[in-house]
């Protein structure tokens, strides 16, 4: 069965920098392109990042960009999200989730248990 | 302020039919991309409900089901039961910001 775990999560500073992790069993984790999903304490879901099977695409949410770096590690069944710059509104628990891609967009077919980060000072 | 908008919360007794919707534009929903939904437990992570607009994962039961109409989408549960009460998100892209989108989610509570 399909199954997704993160790791990595924890409290950090303002500014400070963390790394999660995201690791993937029971299906063939090279073929498919890999997100990052948040939700902060309260709210609802906001999308992070995605890149593809192969890494050759990945975009970010705005509220990210230049500040997260989404990569892989196909050998090893693992996706990543390198947090610097934290700012106290990325507190959320991050998600990571397996892409369906379709004609008409894309969807999550499974999810991991979440990573809680916390930034404060 | 999220860029599909859903009610913050619905309600109805077991047994009953609730729908929840989900109003986009015509950057997402309306350019034609799918509308997705899904169901989060409390203290869950959540769990793909409805996919491409209408489709059930197997496991999901038919009281479930999603429809599609020009820039809003609508999920309708019918035979309420109590263990439905949790968080629905709908979902979809958006060619504006190149990215995934979602609802701010619907609290639904079973009476």
């Known amino acids: 069965q399909v199954q997704l775990v993160e790791s990595g999560g924890g409290v950090v500073q303002p500014g400070g920098s963390l790394r999660l992790s995201c690791s993937a069993s029971?299906?063939?984790?090279?073929?498919?392109?890999m997100h990052w999903v948040r939700q902060a304490p309260g709210y609802g879901l906001q999308w992070v990042a995605i890149t593809s099977y192969d890494e050759f695409d990945k975009y970010y949410g705005q509220s990210v960009k230049g500040r997260f770096t989404i990569s892989r590690d196909n050998s090893k069944n693992t996706l990543f999200l390198q947090m610097n710059s934290l700012r106290t509104e990325d507190t959320a628990v991050y998600y990571c989730?397996?892409?369906?891609?379709?004609?008409?967009?894309?969807?999550?077919?499974?999810w991991g248990q979440g990573a809680r980060v916390i930034v404060s000072s | 302020q999220s860029v599909l908008t859903q009610p913050p919360s619905v309600s109805g007794a077991p047994g009953q039919r609730v729908t929840i919707s989900c109003s986009g534009s015509s950057s997402n929903i309306g350019a034609g991309y799918d509308v997705h939904w899904y169901q989060q437990l409390l203290g869950t992570a959540p769990k793909l409900l409805i996919y491409?607009?209408?489709n059930r994962p197997s496991g999901v039961p038919d009281r479930f089901s999603g429809s599609k109409s020009d820039t809003s989408a609508s999920l309708a549960i019918t035979g309420l039961q109590p263990e439905d009460e949790a968080d629905y998100y709908c979902q979809s892209y958006d060619s504006s910001l190149s990215g995934s989108v979602f609802g701010g989610g619907t609290k639904l509570t079973v009476l």
């Open positions: 491409g607009n209408t």
């Open positions: 989730a397996r892409d369906r891609g379709t004609s008409r967009g894309l969807y999550f077919d499974y």
């Open positions: 029971g299906f063939n984790f090279r073929t498919y392109a």
